[in-house]
């Protein structure tokens, strides 16, 4: 495809500076930012302010470390293109814990190369991606003097334990963080090489039900099979949530589904999608599960789901202990689609739990944290301007998908600044993400420079809203 002299700069700078990039992209990845652990709240900090000294360094202007009741926000301009579009860009520079630790083939904060990937947690969830829209500014300030448009950045440090600090500061600041489109650098790829952007989302619905039986722990021997158990009495109950088939249980769950339209269909159909590598390649199981009647990507992308992600009770140290335990948690999280409302999904998921509650057993529900589905316009002006970006530099035409997880933000973005999101990613399958050996190919995370770099330089070529 050919390309304006320009946009040839802007890839020879990549190019020629792809070293010193890589090697600043290792040193914050080498600050272990594990948001959800006390121990590294200074790491936390050290890395917030290494993205505020590289918002400097690339050019950008009212750089702020802004203090929060938890981990910091960055926040930076440059609004000097006047008569252009406003991109504000978010990302995260907090990172997962590392473990289990004992199943890195190299330690996980120590960034290593091998295979062109980078193995290092936090790669491509998410300092890989977010460093990208950094350096996508640096290099277009090289290739122009100046910037195309106006860009804001919004950069968080709590995006794995809930993004409590964002969800505050976004509806508090609306003028200042005023754009006409949102650029959000948190995704995948479908494919290796096939430019991607996704145009959905599920929502998620986070919950802990809590179970309590007999007053305190009791010996097996002298009160089992008169006494309730909490731990079974949960499992009792979870099992009651989803049947064999994964299918939810809840009365009126899927009253409000919205399917996907027929063309979003028959384009997801033509993906070079295997379902024989998916098992094999990235669950790893011995077979797939869920509703039989959908597909993989209709079950992953488009309908809701019900998942357990752990119980906590009883005894399970070494050795035997008999007791019947009092009391039993499990974490239980529901993802919703485009439709579903997630106060009357609450509604019904507490009406259920109170209904099927075991004899002998009280349940209590607590809800973590609840954000719809939300799905993007794919004929907004931006959306079309970054998929061209996107084939210019990998050579092939974007496909639209939809994403089975969910990025809050994203939704907060729409409601108060009315905005949308360009869901831009460029991580892969099979990265790991939140597992051992995390890695982000290293051809992606150049293409990422040169892809935001492109799509800033035609919005603003084009001007178009």
């Not at 509650?357 to 799905?375: D, F, H, K, M």
């Amino acid at each position: 495809m050919s390309q304006a002299p320009v946009s040839k700069t802007i890839d020879a700078f990549v190019d020629q500076n792809s070293e010193r990039f890589l090697d600043e992209l290792k040193s914050l990845i080498r600050i272990p930012s594990v948001s959800t652990l006390p121990d590294h709240a200074g790491d936390v900090r050290k890395a917030a302010t290494f993205v505020a000294d590289a918002l400097r360094a690339a050019g950008m202007e009212n750089v702020e470390v802004i203090e929060t009741a938890g981990h910091p926000l960055v926040y930076a301009d440059w609004l000097h293109a006047a008569g252009k579009p406003t991109v504000l860009c978010y990302g995260h520079y907090d990172v997962q814990p590392p473990d289990p630790l004992d199943e890195w083939i190299s330690p996980p904060f120590e960034p290593t190369v091998r295979n062109g990937n980078l193995y290092a947690r936090g790669s491509a969830d998410d300092k890989g991606q977010m460093y990208s829209q950094i350096k996508a500014v640096e290099t277009l300030r090289a290739a122009h003097g100046k910037l195309p448009i106006n860009v804001k950045f919004l950069i968080e440090g709590e995006e794995e334990v809930g993004g409590e600090a964002i969800s505050k500061y976004v509806p508090e600041h609306r003028e200042k963080l005023k754009a006409d489109v949102a650029l959000v650098c948190d995704t995948e790829l479908f494919a290796e090489g096939l430019p991607t952007l996704c145009v959905g989302l599920r929502g998620l619905i986070y919950t802990e039900i809590e179970a309590r039986g007999p007053a305190k722990d009791l010996h097996s021997g002298m009160y089992g099979g008169a006494a309730p158990n909490a731990v079974f009495g949960l499992v009792e109950l979870l099992a009651k949530l989803k049947n064999a088939d994964g299918v939810i249980q809840i009365p009126g769950i899927y009253d409000d589904v919205e399917p996907p339209a027929p063309a979003e269909m028959k384009s997801w159909r033509a993906l070079p999608f295997s379902e024989e590598e998916f098992l094999k390649s990235e669950v790893g199981s011995s077979r797939l599960t869920g509703e039989p009647n959908y597909s993989v990507l209709e079950r992953v992308w488009a309908r809701p789901t019900l998942e357990v992600h752990g119980i906590a009770g009883g005894f399970t140290g070494a050795g035997a202990k008999t007791v019947i335990p009092a009391k039993a948690i499990a974490k239980v999280s529901m993802r919703m689609v485009p439709g579903q409302d997630p106060e009357k999904v609450v509604a019904a998921y507490k009406k259920f739990v109170a209904e099927n509650t075991p004899a002998g057993i009280q349940t209590e529900v607590r809800i973590l944290s609840a954000g719809p589905a939300i799905s993007v316009n794919p004929d907004h002006h931006a959306i079309h301007v970054a998929a061209q970006a996107f084939a210019d530099v990998l050579g092939k035409e974007t496909v639209f998908i939809r994403s089975g997880g969910s990025i809050p933000i994203v939704g907060e973005f729409a409601e108060y600044l009315g905005i949308p999101s360009i869901l831009m990613g460029f991580g892969l399958p099979d990265d790991g993400l939140h597992s051992p050996n995390e890695k982000y190919k290293l051809a992606n995370y150049y293409a990422g420079i040169k892809t935001i770099a492109h799509f800033f330089e035609q919005y603003g070529e084009q001007s178009g809203k």
